[in-house]
């Protein structure tokens, strides 16, 4: 058991210690320092800055200015990505002849990659072309991971200004230098990783092959590691595969799943790191860092040791599910030998923590604490959290707490200098909302309507836990699935599309309105009545805002399914 314990120990150190190189690192790309990548990528953004007009890509943005812009360009790619979809059947590169997506398919899977959700309704490998996997699918995981990373950026940049307007950057050259000087490099490196432990990267559909056994079975094939880099480390997760991560071919051995796991948060946990240099108070960064780092390896201790201890009727029936492994009894179903029980766990932990989407196992088969425990990171979806959005759903909580404590003591409510007022809280509250409205009432419907019901493969609490994670993961941006619940259909695609969209856009035009709001503000010297925000009181505070403002808020959801399922495990009643 112990060296299962020393890999994940290993994978969390590696986390911390590429975020912080990565931090660093992204703290001098934001505030245009010099890099050592700027004499080989600046000849390639002036190009793109060219084209585009070196007056759009410079001129300094407020609040208003970056967020039309950055909707205007999510609207016009994800029409591209949709007819790219819908024409496929006439488009180049499509070697197994595959028709065009149905159109409602079509908008789902439009607004999933745009928004850097993911969510995948069809199998990859026998639906899209790899003309389509290319430009409509791992196109845009660029894209929106760069979208929701930028959007952190402009808000941070709002406790830097004194008090004038603007000051929030330019999208076009945010956009630009992220894609160009950090997710294009980093995902070259590892698309080059996967290829030499045996991930394909070719243009061919498949290739045929005579198993042992006799007949004959197609494999497919197409520019898998190319897409599978960055849908981890865009934290995207909508894989080549069908089943993703589990597949040999997207997946092929434990060093690729711990390559995959260091991409996947690499980034989320750096983007803390970066916030503490460009406002130049490492503490306060440390004291958020803390915090998140506390929520992970609870929430990741809970699936790890909820796995192996497994189900009690399979264990007092004697049926030692993972004896072929040498490791003690456990819950493998839905998991793969070659990764185990701590790989897979680990896997789920970090994918929902990140919210990347990408899996490596069966996520309806897990115990029911441990789905809690991803439920949990998701509706919450600020443990790390994905690019910018985790980061900035965390200081919602955070002005909240502020807010509050002021109250409380006395003091006046300010955080890093900006005094946090009704128009911000009012936003803030909007922005916080939105999140358990976009999941509660649409599952709640799904569960009386009978179009909706009959694509539950499982009644009862299980079923409802299958609704409940579908929209869950819609909204926090995830993309992964319970897999039980058959979502290809027009109700699903409907639905699931609306709350992918609602779950990504009005939360950052809300939180965007409070950084013009904070960027127009002066910033007020800290004195005696100042709330200091970056000790570690302050972060049990804020670590306390989470959880009591989450559990009021999706504890009742949480126990009419999976609460109630372990309940049910543990009287020996299986689902």
């Not at 314990?5 to 660093?24: E, H, N, Y």
């Not at 791992?138 to 406790?159: C, E, L, Q, Y």
């Not at 198993?211 to 094939?221: E, R, V």
């Not at 590691?225 to 894989?239: K, L, R, V």
């Amino acid at each position: 058991m112990l060296h299962l314990w020393l890999q994940v120990g290993f994978v969390l150190l590696m986390t911390l210690a590429i975020s912080i190189v990565a931090g660093r690192y992204l703290a001098q790309v934001v505030t245009d320092q010099k890099t050592f990548l700027d004499p080989l990528l600046n000849p390639i953004d002036n190009t793109i800055y060219r084209l585009i007009g070196k007056e759009s890509c410079y001129r300094e943005m407020d609040w208003k200015s970056y967020t039309i812009n950055m909707l205007i360009t999510n609207l016009v790619m994800a029409l591209i990505i949709y007819f790219i979809l819908v024409f496929q059947g006439v488009l180049p590169i499509n070697p197994l002849k595959l028709d065009g997506m149905d159109p409602i398919l079509a908008f789902n899977t439009a607004i999933s990659f745009i928004t850097n959700t993911n969510w995948q309704s069809y199998a990859g490998e026998s639906t899209l072309s790899n003309f389509s996997q290319m430009t409509a699918i791992t196109f845009p995981m660029f894209t929106s991971a760069a979208t929701g990373f930028v959007v952190a950026v402009a808000f941070i940049r709002a406790f830097l200004s004194q008090g004038e307007s603007g000051g929030l950057g330019n999208f076009y050259r945010d956009l630009i230098r992220f894609i160009t000087r950090v997710l294009l490099p980093v995902s070259v490196l590892a698309a080059l990783f996967l290829i030499w432990q045996g991930v394909p990267e070719t243009m061919s559909a498949g290739t045929l092959v005579s198993p042992l056994a006799g007949g004959h079975q197609t494999l497919s094939l197409g520019p898998v590691a190319a897409q599978e880099s960055i849908e981890n480390f865009g934290t995207n997760g909508g894989g080549f595969f069908n089943v993703n991560a589990a597949h040999p071919y997207q997946n092929p051995n434990p060093l690729t799943n711990i390559v995959l796991l260091l991409l996947m948060a690499g980034l989320p946990a750096a983007l803390v790191i970066m916030f503490g240099s460009m406002i130049h108070q490492q503490r306060q960064a440390r004291v958020i860092y803390g915090v998140m780092a506390v929520m992970l390896v609870a929430f990741l201790a809970v699936v790890l040791i909820s796995e192996q201890a497994g189900t009690p009727l399979l264990q007092q029936m004697g049926i030692n599910l993972h004896a072929s492994a040498g490791q003690p009894g456990g819950n493998m179903e839905g998991k793969d030998l070659r990764f185990g029980i701590t790989l897979s766990g680990l896997y789920a932990a970090y994918t929902t923590a990140f919210t990347t989407g990408s899996v490596n196992a069966m996520h309806d088969s897990f115990t029911p604490v441990a789905s809690v425990s991803m439920f949990m990171q998701m509706m919450l979806q600020c443990v790390f959290g994905g690019k910018g959005v985790g980061f900035l759903s965390f200081l919602i909580y955070g002005l909240i707490g502020v807010f509050v404590a002021g109250l409380m003591v006395g003091r006046t409510p300010e955080f890093m200098g900006k005094r946090i007022e009704k128009r911000e809280i009012i936003l803030i509250s909007l922005a916080l909302l939105i999140h358990p409205m976009v999941i509660l009432i649409p599952s709640s419907i799904s569960m009386i309507l009978p179009t909706a019901i009959s694509s539950l493969n499982n009644s009862g609490m299980h079923g409802y836990s299958e609704v409940l994670y579908a929209f869950t993961s819609a909204a926090a941006n995830n993309g992964s699935a319970f897999a039980g619940l058959n979502a290809n259909t027009p109700w699903y695609n409907l639905t699931i599309a609306l709350v992918i969209f609602l779950g990504r856009y009005p939360p950052i035009i809300f939180l965007m309105a409070v950084a013009g709001s904070l960027s127009a503000k002066p910033t007020v010297p800290q004195s005696a009545g100042t709330l200091r925000t970056d000790t570690p009181l302050f972060g049990a505070w804020w670590l306390v805002v989470i959880l009591v403002v989450g559990a009021l808020t999706f504890l009742p959801a949480l126990l009419l399914g999976p609460i109630a399922e372990q309940f049910a495990m543990l009287s020996h009643t299986l689902f």
